[in-house]
């Protein structure tokens, strides 16, 4: 079976589903550091960057729910490797060690991305606080703080935007009490925008929690909170 395992590690990966599987691999395997030499060989065979951190590694997250749900890794394995996602936006180092690509110059907006106690998905809530700092936001991250404490920090700051990451029915049924005792309790909110995997599976998910939008990209966030970009300063026809 080693034997197998390693025939097949040293076989380059031709298609995109085939490295978005060895990724997968890599991320529950034993090894610390075999994920990001699959990254690293990604880049070698010309895959672009953000091409991995926009797509190729949302799509191995989403495999990894799959591989739990299907049984096909244990639930040690596919936190493991939802972990090593994580580290990879938090530190932007995952690419042959040189770093992720240069953020856009932050316009002096600001965005407060939610990741709530009661979602236990929080690699969505970080891959769009990368993306809103590509379109020059600046992004505060509040990771389990209670209404209470989420309160005092939209009081610490003029916020342009608040964003909730929504995996489950579960959880939007539960952001619908939070957004309602923050509408509650703050006279003045910037737009409060909802997005995850929710927003693809369900409906009305704006109106359901309370939103004022439910976004599936970055792009459609700024658009609809009014947000200047990099493009818009410069007179782009579009927000990108």
Known sequence: MRKVASDRNRQQPRTRDEWIGRLCDALV?????????????????GIRQDDILQSYIPEAAQRLGEFWLNDSASFVGVTV????????????AGIGGQGW?????????????????????????FAAADQLRRHGVWVHMAIGLNAQELRAAIHAAPFSMIGLSIATAESLDKASELIAALRE???????IVVGGRIVSVANNVAQRCGADYAVTTAR?????CGLATLSTRVGSPEIC
Not at 29 to 45: C, D, P, R
Not at 81 to 92: E, K, P, V
Not at 101 to 125: C, N
Not at 185 to 191: G, K, N, R, S
């Open 29 to 45: 395997s034993e090894s610390e550091t075999s994920h990001q030499s699959v990254i690293s060989a990604m880049v070698s065979n």
């Open 101 to 125: 690509p240069t953020r856009s110059i932050p316009l002096g907006q600001s965005a407060l991305m939610i990741v709530p106690s009661f979602e236990t998905h929080s690699l969505g809530g």
């Open 220 to 224: 459609e966030a700024v658009s609809y």
């Open 81 to 92: 490797g939802a972990a090593r996602l994580q580290r990879l936006y938090r530190d932007h």
């Open 185 to 191: 309790t703050i006279e003045v909110l910037p737009p």
